[in-house]
């Protein structure tokens, strides 16, 4: 099963994408309509600054708009009263939610709203100042090696390669991630598909587009 993550402000777009296994989880993945969360609330505390989105939240689901059953009980991502502070400033205050597999959600606020801040903790590239954040029921503070096993995390702007092609990039972070054989060829060649990026895997990178390299970092991040 799979949770997106989604961050966003004009012009930027941060995903987190979790990964978790069950009895199924060698099926083929379902098509279904995803639920979409959207919360807002920030308040200027001084002029460019922000404090945490922690007032005014609204979320709304596909389900619940049609009369449908609620997600499932076991979130793959849950923040619980999350706070980061750097010094008098609270770049992350008190913030909660959960996501459920299969759920799409939108977070979204300002400049300096402490949404990044927010993605580094997910991504156990920060620590917060109070609170914690389970992925998959592991802790970023307790068990951040167990969330980098499970999660993976696509910024708005990565780490290219231009010695490399489209498929020696991909095949390259395969391995990284300890696939071996004929797992890492079918993995590299879903992510190719899945992309729409099969036509041009002997494309050097450093040739690439914006739009095409930001293709090519959610093959990395799958």
Request: charged share 25%; net charge positive.
């Amino acid at each position: 099963m799979r949770a997106g993550f989604t961050g966003c402000r004009p012009g930027r777009t941060w995903r987190l994408l979790t990964r978790t296994r069950g009895s199924n989880a060698d099926a083929e993945p379902r098509t279904r309509n995803p639920y979409t969360f959207c919360w807002a609330g920030t308040r200027r505390t001084r002029p460019g600054h922000y404090q945490g989105v922690t007032t005014g939240v609204s979320v709304v689901t596909d389900e619940t708009e049609h009369g449908g059953e609620a997600p499932p009980s076991s979130p793959s991502i849950e923040i619980r009263h999350l706070h980061r502070f750097f010094g008098s400033l609270r770049a992350v205050d008190d913030v909660s939610f959960t996501a459920h597999p299969g759920q799409v959600l939108g977070f979204i606020g300002p400049n300096g709203a402490g949404k990044t801040t927010t993605m580094r903790i997910l991504a156990t590239l920060d620590l917060p100042t109070a609170g914690d954040a389970l992925i998959c029921g592991e802790s970023v503070i307790d068990k951040p090696d167990g969330v980098r096993r499970v999660l993976g995390f696509m910024p708005d702007s990565f780490g290219r390669y231009p010695n490399m092609n489209i498929s020696e990039y991909l095949d390259f972070f395969a391995r990284a991630y300890g696939l071996r054989g004929a797992s890492r060829r079918e993995a590299v060649e879903r992510v190719l598909d899945f992309t729409e990026l099969g036509d041009l895997v002997n494309k050097p990178i450093d040739t690439l587009s914006k739009g095409m390299s930001q293709r090519l970092c959610l093959g990395r991040t799958l």
